[in-house]
Structures are given as structure tokens and as C-alpha cells.
């Protein structure tokens, strides 16, 4: 099982990125999918989820700002990030779970991505 993200890059605050995470070794439509990061010094957060279905869930600090999506087809999970805030920076992860629930808000992280650093500057 292979996770390969892209997207991550320097950006100015108020900017947007959009992060990708190719999934290959499984079968895609079985997974649930989300990104998570982790800023220097700090633990390992969930921002957002995406079900099976399609059912998206953010956090409270990125929800209105962040989309999460996934193209069934291409074996592919994003994330639009819009309205960046330096507190955004951090190396994003993607991860899939097997779950067939149609709506999920967590994440195990039974499989894991390489990170890439999103870096936002005032």
C-alpha cells in the first residue's frame, strides 16, 4: 500500500494550496481518508476527513477555510486549503482507514503517507 502526497510549498497568509495524496494497494472505495499534520513541537492533529461515500468533516480551526475531497476514479484524496494562517504550517499526512461507516469524524491511521510541509508566512 502506497500513499504519495504532494502540494505542499510556501505561501503567503490570506493564500491557498491544494494538497493531493495518490492511493494505490487497496481498494479505494473501501477507505476512509483524511489528512493530518503536525506542526513543530506539537502532536500529530486531525484536520479533515473524507468517508467511503463522500461525507467530508473538518476541525473547528480549519472548517470554512479547508475542504476535503476524493475522486473515486483516480484513486485520490485533497484538501483545499484557502484563507492560510501562519498557525496553518506544519507537514500535512494523509492516511486511510478500512471503514465502511458513511459518516466518520476520526481517524486510525492504519496506513500513512509520506508528509509534505506547508509553510505560511506572515
Known amino acids: 500500500v502506497q500513499l504519495q502526497a504532494s502540494g505542499g510549498g510556501l505561501v503567503q497568509a490570506g493564500g491557498s494550496l491544494r494538497l493531493s495524496c495518490v492511493v494505490s494497494g487497496l481498494t479505494f472505495n473501501n477507505y476512509a481518508l483524511g489528512w493530518f499534520r503536525q506542526a513543530p513541537g506539537k502532536e500529530r492533529e486531525l484536520v479533515s476527513v473524507?468517508?467511503?461515500?463522500?461525507?467530508?468533516y473538518s476541525v473547528s480551526s480549519v472548517s470554512g477555510r479547508f475542504t476535503i475531497s476524493r475522486d473515486n476514479a483516480k484513486n485520490t484524496v485533497f484538501l483545499q486549503m484557502d484563507g492560510l494562517k501562519p498557525e496553518d504550517t506544519a507537514v500535512y499526512y494523509c492516511?486511510?482507514?478500512?471503514?465502511?461507516?458513511?459518516?466518520?469524524?476520526?481517524?486510525?491511521?492504519?496506513?500513512w503517507g509520506q508528509g509534505t510541509l506547508v509553510t505560511v508566512s506572515s
Open positions: 473524507i468517508s467511503w461515500r463522500g461525507t467530508p
Open positions: 492516511a486511510a482507514d478500512w471503514n465502511a461507516a458513511t459518516v466518520v469524524v476520526a481517524l486510525r491511521g492504519d496506513y
